[in-house]
Structure formats: structure tokens, C-alpha cells
């Protein structure tokens, strides 16, 4: 007797490929680290050298970590996450980490970062926007927010988000030579000053603008579903 074929969502599909995907970029991420000189043999500037790949093994050891940061929150709260923010969760960690780091997007792809930080903006307004309507409409938590304020909680998680991996970015910065806050360009020039906040600060103003679009979107339509519940009453 032939067993049932197990359907996947395509959510699960993706979060297959990209687990796999991560798995070997530690492995050949890794194997770079011990082999690759301090700086390239050649001289040239724009070829990698160890701390590059010290970074690219961080940065997907770290998306193996957080791979599973969506599905934890929601068994552990108990909050259903509908399956476009696992999809739009597993696209920016493919797109950031395996694209971005491992196949160096970032250097090939004009603005790669900036579209990046505008998706996952956007995303984690979304988020935002499921956890705090999951409080409100909780029998067991007694919260009632107006769609302003469900909106304005919204926008600020999504921005405090921004924020701690700007931190991030800082800290690993410092504590292993790395350059992911840009201080440092591509001809080994090292910023100072107003340019070398410019990464900073730009990748924080796109993440503010794309969580204020989710948040102007899904205040309109609360405010819409508001009105339309009022009408049939």
C-alpha cells in the first residue's frame, strides 16, 4: 500500500530551499575563511579577502539561526502568521544573505541594499500589524486600539527593528573589522564624517518610509472596515 502523498505549502517549500541553501553557503563560507589570505595576493581591491568571508559565514550562520524566528513566535503566543509573511520572510533572507552576501549582489546590483531595506520595511510592518491585532482581538488580553494607534504601533516596530540591526551592524563592525555599515568603499578608502553615516542614515529613512506605507495602507483599511461594520449596524 502506497503511503499518502504529503502535500507542502509553498511557504514550507521555501523554507526548504532556503535552509538547504544556507547550510552549504556556512560550509563554503567557512572553507574561505581558513583559506583565504588576510588581504588578496593580487592586490586588487575589489577581490575578497578573509574578513569579506568572515562576514558572509556571519551573516548566513545568523539567517540559519533566525530561519525559524516566525514559526517559535507563533507556537509560542499562539498568534497565526498568514503564509505571505513566511514568504516574504524566507525571499528577504535568500535575498539578502545567499544574493546579497554570498553571490555579491550587493556590489553587482545597484541600490541592492536600499530594495532590501524598503522589502523588509515593509514586511515587518506587516508583521507589526498581525501581532497588535492578534492583542486586540485576544479574549484573554484586554486591549482595545483605535486603527491610529494599531497604525502608529506598526510603524514604530517595524522602525525599532531597523534600528537594532543597525546596531548590529555596528557592534560586528568593531569587534571583527567588517565594513557591513559601508565606512569603508570598495578602493579601501575610509569615510569620516557626514559620508560615513550616509549608509546609516539612508538605510534608516528607507526602512521609516516603507513602514510608513504599511502603515497608511493598513490604517485605511481598518479605518474602511470600521466604517463598513458601522453601516451594517
Known sequence: MSKPCIKRSPAEIMG?????TLILSVIYSLMRVIFTPEVPADGNAYAHGRS???LMFIQCLLGLVVLSLPSIVGKKWNVTIPN??????????????FLGEVLDFYYVIPHWDTILHFFSGA?????????????????????????????????????SCGAVWEIYEYVFDG???LNMQKFITAEGVVLAGHEALS???????????AALLMASIGYSRLKAEKWLHNAKE
Open 123 to 159: 514586511m515587518l510592518g506587516a508583521l507589526g500589524f498581525i501581532l497588535v491585532s492578534w492583542l486586540n482581538d485576544s479574549e484573554m488580553i484586554r486591549v482595545s486600539l483605535s486603527p491610529f494607534f494599531i497604525a502608529l504601533f506598526a510603524f514604530c516596530f517595524a522602525l
Open 199 to 209: 549608509d546609516t542614515m539612508k538605510d534608516i529613512i528607507v526602512d521609516a518610509l
Open 84 to 97: 505571505f509573511i513566511y514568504i516574504m520572510y524566507y525571499i528577504f533572507l535568500y535575498c539578502a544573505i
Open 16 to 20: 526548504h530551499i532556503l535552509f538547504v
Open 52 to 54: 569579506d568571508y568572515i
Open 175 to 177: 569587534l571583527l573589522g
